[in-house]
Every structure is written in C-alpha cells, then in structure tokens.
C-alpha cells in the first residue's frame, strides 16, 4: 500500500453512496451469522412489531459502508486502525444511504482520526462514531 496524501483537519471524506440496501443480502447475511431475529427477512414480523413493511439491515451491515468507505478513503480497509461507532437508527431494504465523514486530527505518527457517519438519503443519521487509520 502507497501512502496517500496528507490530510487535513477538517476534510471531509468522499461519501460512499449505497443507492438500496437490498432485501436478499439480508437474508444471506443473516443465514451467514446464524441471526435468527426475523426482522432481517420476514415482512409481516416487522409489520407485527409496527417498525413498517420492508425488513430491516443487520448492524454489521451498516458498519460495513462505513468501513468500506474508509478503506477507499485511506487506500484499504486494513488501514483502519480502530473504529468505535454507535448505532442511532434502523435501516430498511430500499433505503438509499450515504456513509462520510470528516478528518478530526492529523498525528505525526501518520495517522488521521476521523468522525464517521451513516445516513439515510444522505440526511437522517443512523450510524456515528469515530475512527483511526493509519495513512502510511
């Protein structure tokens, strides 16, 4: 891995637009992590418990943009060094999401924090928190 350009306090990252969650991903990643809750795959059980008709993404999932942003970002995902986020919101099969976020501080050990987040339509939080990368 090549070392990118140094970064600045206050740049924001290139936003990493995912245009639908998909439904049927869902379900494979539930059968992948053994996640019996059936609000990953069954419509009438998220209708039952009044959370709407389409079903809901896994968390993992939802920390995966983010993480998948950073690592475009900073030239791969095994350049994140840490990462610690709070889940704020559900995220629905058809939502259309944007994960970003903005440098917070620049080290001279060549690494950059950054604030990260996760929103519907680009807008509505459902994902923040922090992470660290390593630039070189």
Known sequence: MSAIPTP????????????????????TMAALLAD??????????????????????????????????????????????????????????GDRLEAGGTVTAVGDDGTADCDVWLARDGTHPVLAGTATLSLV
């Open 36 to 93: 019996s809750n059936p609000i990953h795959w069954d419509v009438d059980t998220v209708r039952e418990l009044g959370m709407g008709d389409q079903p809901v993404n896994q968390g993992p999932n939802n920390l995966g943009y983010v993480m998948n942003m950073l690592g475009q970002w900073a030239g791969g995902a095994g350049r994140i060094r840490h990462i610690r986020v709070r889940f704020l919101d559900n995220v629905f099969a």
């Open 8 to 27: 600045s306090v206050g740049d924001e990252l290139p936003r990493l637009v995912i245009q639908a969650v998909d439904a049927e991903k869902m379900k």
